[in-house]
């Protein structure tokens, strides 16, 4: 191969390459760190989470039990989605829940995360939990032993309690 086409060679795959990062990162292909503020940039920017599917079976604003709120609107990520929709039984490393919490059906309270990351915590399904406030301040986050607490009565179930995974 001559140098001019070698170089032409190199850019194509240069442009290939640069090309398919662009796709990887509006596709939100980077998942984030088990970290409060990584999460939230994430789910926030990253990959918009009112842009991803509804909890499958859920509208907007379905009432909710104590301790979450009046009413929720639960969105899943694509990877949860495939997951629950394959009745997969555990979700897979990078399935994401998110979940808003109303006051009254106009007043955000809070908004809830499950994100599933292998080998965080092995002990407990390996969720990572975070609890923010309206304005995107983190209230709880990480292996939070109120979620856990609470969320261990469906273990048998993926520790979710919204719908079945099996
Ligand atoms: C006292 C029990 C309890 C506690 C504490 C609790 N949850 Fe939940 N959670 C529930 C129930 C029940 C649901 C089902 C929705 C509903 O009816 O409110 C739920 C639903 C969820 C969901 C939607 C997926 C699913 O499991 O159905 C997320 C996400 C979630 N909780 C996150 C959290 C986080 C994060 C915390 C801690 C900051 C937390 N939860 C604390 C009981 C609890």
């Not at 390459?17 to 984030?32: I, K, N, Q, R, T």
């Not at 915590?121 to 406030?133: H, I, L, Q, R, S």
Request: hydrophobic content about 40%.
């Amino acid at each position: 191969m001559n140098r001019k086409r070698t170089l032409v060679v190199s850019m194509m795959v240069c442009t290939f390459l640069a090309v398919s990062l662009v796709v990887a990162l509006a596709g939100g292909g980077l998942l984030p760190k088990a970290d409060g503020s990584a999460v939230y940039e994430y789910i926030t920017k990253t990959s918009p989470y009112q842009q991803w599917p509804l909890f499958h079976g859920k509208e907007k604003l379905y009432e909710g039990k104590h301790p979450h709120g009046a009413f929720l609107t639960t969105y899943v990520n694509d990877l949860a989605l495939a997951g629950f929709k394959a009745r997969i039984g555990t979700l897979a490393d990078g399935a994401i829940i998110v979940k808003e919490n109303y006051i009254t059906d106009k007043i955000l309270g809070a908004v809830t995360v499950m994100y599933r990351v292998k080998g965080f915590d092995p002990e407990a399904g390996d969720w990572f939990w975070a609890k923010y406030g309206a304005d995107g301040s983190i209230e709880k986050e990480g292996k939070v032993a109120g979620c856990i607490g609470c969320h261990t009565a469906a273990i048998n179930n993926d520790w979710i309690f919204t719908g079945p995974v099996k």
